[in-house]
């Protein structure tokens, strides 16, 4: 193989949810199977088993990341706003 190419790290389910989730979250590899089954969240499968790269658990934060409102406007409102848009 070629010293120059590209090593793609992976990760299994349990890793990520270790990485990622909260500690009280007691079966964090089948909440995040249960969600890459229904197609919420990227990664991929080989045989039975889910995988996911470092761009897969980045997304999975940005998905569950918490935005602030522009200022001045109520969740209504912006929910609102957003539909008109």
């Not at 590209?6 to 909260?22: C, G, Q």
């Not at 969240?41 to 658990?57: F, I």
């Amino acid at each position: 193989m070629d010293d120059d190419a590209l090593e793609i790290n992976t990760y299994s389910l349990s890793d990520v949810a270790k990485m990622v989730l909260p500690p009280e979250m007691t079966d964090g590899a089948r909440w995040l199977s249960c969600r890459l089954n229904r197609g919420e969240l990227s990664g991929y499968r080989v045989g039975r088993t889910w995988r996911m790269t470092r761009e897969d658990v980045e997304d999975l934060i940005e998905r569950h990341r918490k935005h602030p409102l522009p200022r001045g406007l109520s969740p209504l409102a912006w929910w609102e706003f957003g539909e008109a848009a």
